[in-house]
């Protein structure tokens, strides 16, 4: 399976999308930087989730319900409704495989649009059923950096996060999150928080609205070594940093819609 879209700026910037999932695989800055990490194991055959750059989680976030980790719409093709040089929007809607996983109508777009150092991507969900639903969803962003060991994220200082691991909530005191063992952390109200990854010299501002939630991800070696679409120290080239609506769910009447976008600058 190879449909995918690449997206350009004048000033050197591009992006690659896949169908399968509305997939961001990759993202360039102007100097031919590699913004987005993908593993080198990753499948891309139909019904399976790529490994790296950003899934899109919906209808559930992790295990929190009954579907399969991070729902469904990782693992289905999208259709590309609108393609610009810079900019493009895919849709996902209800279909019978959908329907006996999770009975419900809607309808999903991503929108993303590249610009010369920042890259912005709109989730929007449409209720078109007759029911209400309640969903949670994320942008698994896996941003690549030279050595997890060496990397940081500042922002989210006095913010209360659920340890996904132990299914335990703390305040984070630190102001800036270190990696080496494991981070599995969904952090609430962080909606309107400017997230920095500290990679050396380099900076990505991680900012959104709409989602009010912000999880960090890096599962160390022990973990990483068991994710079987990963190298065994892929883990040391990324640092996850998700906009989220975990807690609480978001609930969508007939008709009704919903909207979450995240802006990843390189600029700094």
């Not at 609506?245 to 969508?252: D, N």
Request: hydrophobic residues 40%; negative net charge.
């Amino acid at each position: 399976m190879n449909d995918q879209l690449t997206l350009r700026t004048p000033e050197g910037a591009s992006a690659t999308i896949f169908h399968q999932g509305a997939h961001v695989t990759s993202w360039k800055t102007p100097d031919d930087r590699e913004q987005m990490f993908l593993s080198s194991r990753s499948e891309f055959g139909a019904g399976t989730a790529i490994r790296g750059g950003v899934p899109i989680v919906f209808p559930q976030f992790s295990g929190l319900g009954p579907l399969k980790k991070h729902g469904f719409a990782r693992n289905l093709a999208w259709t590309p409704v609108s393609v610009q040089t810079d900019a493009a929007v895919l849709q996902l809607e209800d279909s019978e495989e959908t329907r006996a996983q999770w009975p419900h109508g809607f309808r999903v777009e991503l929108h993303i649009q590249l610009h010369a150092w920042s890259l912005d991507m709109t989730l929007r969900v449409q209720n078109t059923g007759s029911t209400t639903f309640d969903f949670t969803a994320a942008l698994h962003t896996y941003l690549a950096v030279d050595d997890a060991f060496a990397s940081q994220v500042e922002g989210l200082q006095g913010l209360t996060y659920r340890n996904n691991p132990t299914q335990t909530e703390h305040l984070e005191s630190a102001a800036l999150i270190s990696f080496g063992s494991e981070i599995d952390r969904a952090y609430f109200g962080a909606g309107s928080r400017q997230v920095i990854l500290h990679d050396g010299s380099r900076r990505v501002l991680v900012s959104q609205r709409g989602f009010d939630d912000t999880v960090v991800w890096n599962p160390a070696a022990e973990v990483g070594a068991k994710i079987p679409d990963m190298e065994p120290e892929g883990w040391l080239r990324y640092v996850c940093i998700e906009a989220a609506a975990v807690k609480p769910a978001i609930t969508l009447a007939p008709g009704a819609e919903w909207s979450g976008t995240q802006r990843l600058d390189a600029s700094a």
